[in-house]
């Protein structure tokens, strides 16, 4: 079932720009935007894995804001 | 798959951050697992307390909204001794250094440990001082290179987990950042358990560690540590000279040992 | 009400509990062990608890933490120990903890002679750990001393939100005395403040108008945030210098100008004399009984015995020498009170020590002696 929470948001204030989230999703949804910061490139390939959500050390990776 | 729990943002004092922490310190990892641990547990921001040492991870409660302990180095077991005696209902979590748990505060550990104070002590090794340089800690891999052994250390590595079941605690577990399921699993298991527990989580320093050993960047280091934390079982058939290249995963113990505080008031009420 | 014959060790622990305590925790060392066996026996019958820790380090820490989680809770040690205490009574001065740490002064300079006394550990008290800080440290001279002045030492801890120490000594911890120990319901008990505003508003350092904070224990819905780092009200860290500088200064305010609530000294002898004693703890006996013996043959004098050193009482010391022209400090040391006597009277009046420092006490002729060769 798609969950429209995900893929997540990313709190470019937060986000120190340590590439995980990029290197570890499995579908490979983000890739190195503007300024290195994450970009959401494939949101229809996001599985819902939250790997990225629980592996950003900077609390940086959130729900969207207006579902959260 | 289970989702985010509800209450995941009130456990984070968000007004604080960015935190101090370098881009992909493990530290934030592991704190988020502990947060994501306790509202999976249904255990509110008021009755969970997070107890830190001194050192990068010692700064974990400055962004926390719950209960908020910082004391001096190494002696976080010892004061929370202390808070457990008197909130015996308070889920107390001490979330140390390897230099903080293995070196200054290594006779607390044990100690904590074989009195199996209902505690859930969690240690983020790093394999090194942050906050201090990058100095090596009893739990960094022999050999390795740090800011105080600039040709390797020649010291041998401690195990921290194997002295910590020894000792006594009721639950022993290890894995790394890099394997967070397993690590909210491990989570989860401690905090449930009565007494003492003890996870140990290898997490990337890629500031100092990372650095001077070449092993790169955090997502780097995070791939070494895929490669080279094995299994338990798989770790312990490997022979002596293997197993200094790689770490174990897995749980140690689980068990049932009666905490102090219960065993203490059965005896004190029986002498009445 | 009890009249009882006990010696000082149990009457420190009898003080405590009846003023509320109910958590203990240690490590063994000569000469405190009367003291814990009493509070290992005692407390739990009272639902408290006793704690052998692993160190006199991890001592200090438990009673830290068992306060925070909202009970009265008190150590004791002596010197090699009180040295091992020093850190973590840093971290209560600066965290604002309420405990109570009782110091069994030995002969000392590292394990030095376990089971005399002495008098050296003074300035220790004073200054022995790191930083800037404030501290009270009360004296008893008496076992009936040593119950009351540990009950204040709660009642300070509580009021001020602070570490309180109790300085006794091997002597006194084994002397035997008769006593009136008080109920809790017979003592006037202080009791820290819990917060009068919501969770929401709550803040563990804001001070009061009176610049005390108001910690709520853990594990209630006021979140207590508690760290040794410098901290704003909220109890996160700070660096910022103003921060820094205020709560430095606050931590010794709210102590320093209300000095006048803390054990003021005894005085015995006569007004406005010319010759006065200064002494404190098993020397004050000795030195009252000289003044007592001199004061019969007729010398102009007086002696001072201090419930109080830390903060030093220099207005009631000032006052009650008023008339001073020779002061004589007496202790067992090698003269850390005399300096600051001497430091607060700079050549207003003369200040000569009496002192010892080689494991036993002193004397009344001792001291006598001392005075009429100085006086003739
Ligand atoms: S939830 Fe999983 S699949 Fe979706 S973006 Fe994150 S890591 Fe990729
Ligand atoms: S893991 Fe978090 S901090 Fe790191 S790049 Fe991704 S969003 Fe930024
Ligand atoms: S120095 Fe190392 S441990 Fe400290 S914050 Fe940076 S990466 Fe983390």
Redesign the interface.
């Known amino acids: 079932m798609e969950n429209k929470q995900y893929p997540f948001y990313i709190d470019p204030?937060?986000c120190?720009?340590?590439?995980?989230c990029?290197?570890?999703c499995p579908t490979k949804v983000y890739i190195t935007g503007e300024d290195d910061l994450p970009k959401i490139e494939h949101p229809e390939k996001c599985i819902?894995?939250?790997?990225c959500?629980?592996?950003?050390?900077?609390?940086a990776i959130r729900?969207k804001p207006e579902v959260? | 798959m289970q989702g985010i729990p509800d209450s995941y943002s009130d456990y984070i004092a968000w007004e604080q951050l960015p935190h101090l922490w370098c881009a992909g310190c493990g530290h934030g990892i592991i704190l988020k697992g502990i947060i994501l641990a306790l509202g999976e547990l249904d255990i509110p921001p008021h009755k969970a307390l997070l107890a830190t040492g001194i050192g990068c991870s010692g700064r974990a409660g400055d962004y926390i909204a719950c209960h908020r302990f910082q004391g001096t180095h190494g002696r976080t077991l010892a004061f929370a001794t202390g808070i457990a005696a008197a909130q015996p209902d308070l889920t107390i979590i001490a979330f140390m250094g390897d230099g903080d748990a293995g070196a200054i505060g290594g006779n607390h550990l044990i100690h904590a440990a074989r009195r199996n104070i209902n505690i859930t002590a969690v240690i983020s090794n790093n394999f090194n001082y942050g906050m201090t340089g990058g100095q090596f800690s009893p739990l960094t891999p022999e050999n390795s290179i740090t800011s105080t052994s600039r040709s390797g250390k020649s010291e041998s590595i401690m195990d921290i987990c194997s002295i910590a079941a020894e000792a006594g605690a009721n639950y022993v577990a290890k894995t790394t950042v890099y394997h967070v399921r397993e690590l909210h699993k491990f989570l989860k298991e401690a905090i449930s358990t009565k007494g003492f527990s003890l996870v140990e989580v290898i997490s990337p320093c890629p500031t100092y560690y990372g650095r001077y050993n070449k092993i790169g960047n955090s997502p780097e280091m995070l791939n070494w540590l895929k490669e080279t934390a094995l299994p338990l079982e798989k770790f312990q058939s490997l022979s002596h000279e293997e197993k200094q290249k790689f770490f174990w995963r897995g749980k140690l113990v689980q068990r049932s040992r009666e905490d102090f505080l219960n065993k203490y008031k059965k005896q004190q009420s029986a002498m009445k | 009400m009890k009249d009882m014959f006990i010696q000082g060790n149990e009457a420190c622990a009898l003080g405590a509990i009846n003023a509320g305590a109910r958590f203990f925790a240690g490590y063994p060392i000569s000469p405190v062990n009367e003291l814990s066996e009493f509070c290992s026996r005692e407390l739990p019958k009272l639902g408290g608890i006793f704690i052998q820790m692993e160190d006199e380090i991890g001592g200090l820490a438990a009673v830290i933490g068992a306060s925070l989680g909202g009970m009265k809770a008190f150590t004791a040690t002596s010197g090699p120990g009180f040295s091992l205490m020093q850190e973590n009574l840093g971290f209560a001065v600066m965290a604002e903890v309420p405990c109570v740490l009782i110091s069994v002064q030995r002969y000392g300079l590292c394990t030095g002679v376990a089971t005399k006394p002495g008098q050296q550990d003074i300035m220790q008290a004073r200054w022995g750990t790191h930083g800037d800080h404030p501290i009270i440290a009360l004296v008893p001279s008496t076992v009936q001393e040593c119950f009351d002045l540990t009950v204040q030492a709660f009642n300070l801890s509580e009021r001020f939100s602070s570490p309180v120490l109790v300085l006794t000594d091997a002597a006194l911890a084994h002397l035997r005395e008769r006593v009136i120990i008080k109920d809790e319901g017979e003592l006037n008990i202080i009791n820290r403040k819990t917060p009068s505003v919501s969770p929401e508003e709550y803040l563990p350092y804001s001070p009061d108008v009176n610049g005390i904070p108001t910690l709520a224990p853990y594990g209630g819905r006021h979140i207590l945030r508690v760290t040794g780092l410098f901290h704003d009200e909220r109890g996160f860290s700070t660096s910022n210098p103003e921060k820094c500088r205020k709560l430095l200064e606050r931590l010794h305010s709210k102590i320093l100008n209300h000095q006048k609530e803390l054990p003021p000294p005894k005085y015995y002898g006569k007004d406005g004399a010319e010759i006065i004693l200064i002494s404190y703890g098993i020397s004050a006996r000795s030195a009252r009984e000289a003044a007592e013996r001199g004061i019969k043959k007729g010398i102009n004098m007086g002696m001072i015995n201090l419930q109080t050193v830390w903060p030093f009482p220099e207005e009631h010391i000032m006052n009650l020498c008023d008339q001073a022209e020779k002061i004589f400090v007496v202790e067992l040391n090698m003269g850390q009170i005399t300096g600051e006597v001497q430091k607060i009277f700079k050549g207003k009046a003369e200040v000569m020590p009496i002192l010892r420092y080689d494991t036993n006490v002193i004397t009344p002729s001792e001291i006598l002696d001392k005075i009429e060769s100085v006086v003739k």
């Open positions: 204030k937060l120190k720009k340590c590439g995980l990029i290197a570890f819902s894995c939250k790997m959500f629980y592996r950003c050390p900077d609390f729900l959260a």
